[in-house]
Each structure stands twice: as C-alpha cells, then as structure tokens.
C-alpha cells in the first residue's frame, strides 16, 4: 500500500558476536531519500562491556543530547510521535550516544564479557548431638557486575548432605572427589 505523510518503519536486526571481539557497527541505509540524518546509542546488558574503539563521519554526544532526536516535529502528529518512542525505548540504559548528519559513516567497538564480583556472607551453626554434628550453614552471595549461573562450594567428603535449598535452585549436583557442590 501506498505511504505518505510521516511513515515510521520498525526493523528489529540482530548480529551474533563472540566473547571479547572487535565489532565493525554495521549500518541500515535508507535508498532514495534525498537527506539522512541521525543518533545511534549503544546500550549493553548486565555482564556485558563495550568500548568504542573508532568513529569515523559520528559525533559523540552527550546521551541526554539524544533528546532532540525524540522532539515532535510540525509534521508528525502526537500518537505518531508515540510511536516512534515506543519503537525506540531501549532495553538497557544507553552507555554511548552519536549524531551523524549524512552517510557513510564508521564506528568500531570491542565487546567484552565482564567478570562478576562476587561476595559471600556465611552463617554457620554447628550443632552437636549425641552421635552426630549437624551443620546449618546459610550463604548470602552479593553479585556484583555481571550475573552468576552455577555456584561451587567446597564440602569435605566426610559431612553427608542433609538438604540444599535457595532461590531459583533448579538443580545440584556433588562430585566427591573433588569434594565440591554444585550449584
């Protein structure tokens, strides 16, 4: 169907990128329009890091500079101009921000995964019976930087698992020799 007025256009792209790797950003251009301009912001997720390595033909901006970007113009109308916010509202916060004011232009980054921080709070109870000793020990992690997926304790082979319970705890496994839980 025919297009005319103010037209917004969602593509959604995607790019698979290894650990740690130089990355050429590549670039969406629009064929027969007579002028081009516009922002890129660079958002990453939690445990992931990026560094712009080069820019060439860009400008760096301050993020909240991207706001002009977002401004109504005398042509759109306010529930296109909704749109437009809606298409746009990134999935992290944006750590980068560019302006370019016409094509070709180069930006080069390296992505790199970022290594958590973890800190551990134990609490441990030792009670002792008349034939046994039972150990309640309560772990709280504080994850910083970057999520964690599987968590190793170190048991020695002599104490017998009782239970093992924690949020989100789908599964665990004890390897003997090792003497290590995992989570």
């Known amino acids: 169907s025919k297009a005319e007025g103010v037209y917004v256009l969602k593509l959604e792209l995607e790019k698979i990128i290894k650990d740690s790797q130089d990355v050429q950003m590549p670039s969406v251009e629009v064929l027969g329009v007579e002028r081009e301009r516009g922002f890129l ?9 990026i560094e712009v390595l080069s820019s060439e033909g860009i400008s760096q901006i301050n993020v ?44 080069a980054i390296n992505v790199a995964d970022v290594k958590p921080e973890i800190q551990a709070d134990v609490e441990t109870l030792y009670s002792i019976e008349e034939k046994k000793m039972v150990i309640d020990t309560a772990v709280t992690l504080h994850i910083l930087k970057a999520g964690i997926f599987n968590l190793k304790v170190f048991l020695p082979k002599d104490l017998r698992i009782v239970s093992v319970d924690g949020a989100s705890i789908d599964d665990w496994k004890r390897d003997e020799e090792k003497e290590t839980l995992f989570v």
């Not at 912001?41 to 890091?49: E, F, I, P, R």
């Not at 909240?64 to 977002?70: I, Q, R, S």
Request: a positive charge; hydrophobic letters at 35%; zero cysteines.
């Open 41 to 49: 912001g660079l958002s990453a997720s939690m445990g992931v890091k």
């Open 64 to 107: 909240k500079d991207m706001a002009p970007f977002f401004e109504k113009e005398e042509t759109e109308s306010r529930k296109q101009q909704e749109e437009l916010l809606k298409i746009l509202t990134p999935k992290y916060p944006i750590d980068v921000a560019f302006r370019y004011l016409k094509k070709p232009f180069k930006l």
